[in-house]
């Protein structure tokens, strides 16, 4: 996990420049979104609010201290935008990516439907292929709604932090909202030899437990139904252990 999602967590909140008394929205609460919470709380941060729409994340993202949203139920601009008195929050981590859904329920919902034709068109360019795994992983109906909802939660000045994964064909991005916003923004794939040290030392202190984040553990002869769970997102899976037989 250090090596890994660990890292590229941390390396989220770092880019989005997270210190002390600054208030943090991570999009996306799966293994990376965890530690990029958990990360966020190490650099000092006053806040941290925690979208998402499966209840085992968001139930992982509160037990760490998070505020949650679950945007099946709520809007999650407009709520996080009333949390923090209406001026929307300093920092924001995407650990979602191409991978978005927009809401099928609740308020958020109904701004979706009004941008059905925007997501149809980037499912249509930016992932082609459907069902090319049969049953596992299929392409998700809102590739740029992470993006969108990032640069509409932030304040003025604020940063966007990217790390979750976008193809090199993805062109869509709110531009114009994010140039008038004045926003930073900081993206890219985790440089993980660079934190393993630093991160080996915070576990060795007890500053963190990464294990915490482990929902199942199954042995090395069930990856292959252990990552097709995963995949298909059934709840309490989040982060998988391999355990080699004896």
Excluded at 96 to 112: F, I, M, N, R, T
Excluded at 116 to 133: C, D, G, L, R, Y
């Amino acid at each position: 996990m250090i090596s890994d999602i660990f890292s590229m967590g941390h390396f989220g909140a770092e880019a989005a420049e997270s210190e002390e008394s600054d208030t943090v929205a991570v999009f996306g609460c799966g293994p990376v979104g965890q530690f990029a919470i958990a990360s966020a709380k190490l650099f000092g941060a006053s806040r941290v609010i925690a979208v998402d729409r499966l209840p085992d994340r968001l139930d992982m993202a509160r037990r760490q201290g998070a505020e949650c949203i679950n945007f099946d139920e709520e809007d999650p601009v407009e709520t996080i935008v009333k949390l923090t008195g209406g001026i929307g929050v300093d920092r924001v981590i995407d650990a979602v990516g191409v991978d978005a859904q927009h809401a099928d329920h609740g308020p958020a919902a109904e701004k979706a439907e009004e941008q059905s034709e925007t997501f149809e068109k980037q499912v249509e360019t930016f992932a082609p292929e459907q069902n090319p795994q049969g049953d596992l992983w299929v392409p998700k109906d809102a590739p740029g709604q992470a993006l969108q909802w990032g640069v509409q939660a932030l304040a003025k000045a604020g940063t966007l932090s990217i790390i979750g994964v976008y193809p090199r064909n993805m062109t869509d991005f709110p531009i114009g909202q994010a140039m008038n916003k004045n926003l930073t923004m900081k993206m890219g794939n985790c440089p993980h030899r660079k934190y393993g040290p630093y991160l080996v030392e915070l576990v060795r202190t007890g500053a963190i437990d990464p294990v915490k984040i482990l929902t199942q553990m199954e042995p090395m002869t069930g990856a292959i139904s252990a990552y097709e769970a995963f995949d298909k997102r059934e709840p309490g899976w989040i982060k998988v252990e391999l355990q080699a037989a004896d």
